[in-house]
T-cell receptor, first 115, second 110 residues
């Protein structure tokens, strides 16, 4: 299994500002993902964080709005840029120990409110 | 494109009842299916993982089954308790990531 620490756990931010969310894993993992959960909705994948290369973004998400870093196999950051109230969501980091048929583990999430 | 649905959307039962949550998916070419629990405003806790070659998995009072050919999974909760109150999400893995269902919001009344 994997233990994931996500920081901050929650934040209230002014519109137009940016917030960087950190995800730290207690072991090296192959796959790291970032999800968004809007109020009352299920999870939507934002991107796959690739170690040593640019993240792979899903349709509807772009690097300018959600830049992602992954400097090594245990750490990743997601930045929510130029925030608006529509960005108010829970952002979740997820990891899989290897690609393919493996269990996914999640951090406790970051609850973001944009005012 | 994989789509995942869950029925019912919400469920309220008295303590002690046995209950079944349903999950359906449109593309049977999956690697695995995973059930999660989410408490309000929190992250996800993995409950059960069923590989595509398996039919069911059990953990304590929880039992999950998988019928890949029909695109269905069920989560059975025995002798429900108020502490089971949460949203239950199923997710299917067909590639490198998961597609989530909308969840079933469960309330177990004391």
């Amino acid at each position: 299994s994997a233990v994931i620490s996500q920081k901050p756990s929650r934040d209230i931010c002014q519109r137009g500002t940016s917030l960087t969310i950190q995800c730290q894993v207690d072991s090296q993992v192959t796959m790291m993902f970032w999800y968004r959960q809007q109020p009352g909705q299920s999870l939507t994948l934002i991107a796959t964080a690739n170690q040593g290369s640019e993240a792979t973004y899903e349709s509807g998400f772009v690097i300018d709005k959600f830049p992602i870093s992954r400097p090594n196999l245990t750490f990743s950051t997601l930045t929510v840029s130029n925030m608006s109230p529509e960005d108010s969501s829970i952002y979740l980091c997820s990891v899989a120990l290897k690609a393919g048929a493996t269990e996914a583990f999640f951090g406790q999430g970051t609850r973001l409110t944009v005012v | 494109k994989q789509e995942v649905t869950q029925i019912p959307a919400a469920l309220s039962v008295p303590e002690g009842e046995n209950l079944v949550l349903n999950c359906s998916f449109t593309d049977s070419a999956i690697y695995n299916l995973q059930w999660f629990r989410q408490d309000p405003g929190k992250g996800l806790t993995s409950l059960l993982l069923i590989q595509s070659s398996q039919r069911e998995q059990t953990s304590g009072r929880l039992n999950a089954s998988l019928d890949k050919s029909s695109g269905r999974s069920t989560l059975y909760i025995a002798a429900s308790q108020p502490g089971d109150s949460a949203t239950y999400l199923c997710a299917v893995a067909g590639g490198q990531n998961f597609v989530f269902g909308p969840g079933t919001r469960l309330s177990v009344l004391p």
